[in-house]
């Protein structure tokens, strides 16, 4: 059975305040959960969040990470930092760093090595704006970008690595795919790694991503290739997100 798992990413949301309310609340509400719960706030607040997700199941990541190791990259954050912090996970290529700081498919894959070669577990991001989808090109877009990635590291490195399918135009607006057209996506992603690899297909978890809310949880959860989720705006809401978490099957 593949690993579950429901992150939280928060983007530039949160406040030492909030974020001790929040956490608290997710704590007292997650025994018994079937998936790992993960979130994922603004890199200040990562030691605020280690200290009170200690002992805990829940694990914590961030939301980006620099390609370089160190030296002169003024306001870049590296993945030894991030290991130093106790964080599992890092998002990789999410498509806000894709879109509106011109992270190319090559930088994302060099920041998805940067993360593998720290022992980092990256949340590699993919998908489509509404253009490409409307043009036809939506299996071409994320299988390029998957590819971007496995040129770079090697199809063994998704062995401890995570995929969250993400279309651009799913993102915040309250328009989800369909169950339908997300499972497609994510039997496009796992084929193509199958192709290579059936035992890192097998094994690899491939979340969703877009307008993820409890109403729409279960039935996407519920496609045989829909590993979990990578929610946004309902993440920040505790009953939200546990209620999202609960939907995993
Ligand atoms: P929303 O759940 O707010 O649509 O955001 C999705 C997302 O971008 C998670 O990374």
Redesign the pocket.
Known sequence: MRKKIVAG?WKMHGSLQQNAVLLEQLLNGMAGLDCELVVCPPYPYLPQVAGLLAGSQAKFGAQNLSEHHSGAYTGEVSASMLVDLGCRYVLVG?SERRALYGESDSVVAAKFEAAHKAGLVPVLCLGETLAEREAGATDSVVLAQLQAVIDRVGVAALSSAVLAY?PVW???TGLTASPEQAQQVHAVLRSRVAELDSVVAAGLPILY????KPQNAAELFAQPDIDGG?????SLVAGDFLAICRAVV
């Not at 991503?209 to 993820?212: K, P, T």
């Not at 990578?230 to 309902?234: E, N, Q, S, V």
């Open positions: 990413n999410h993400e799913a993102i915040g991503g877009g307008s993820v990578l929610i946004g705006g309902a």
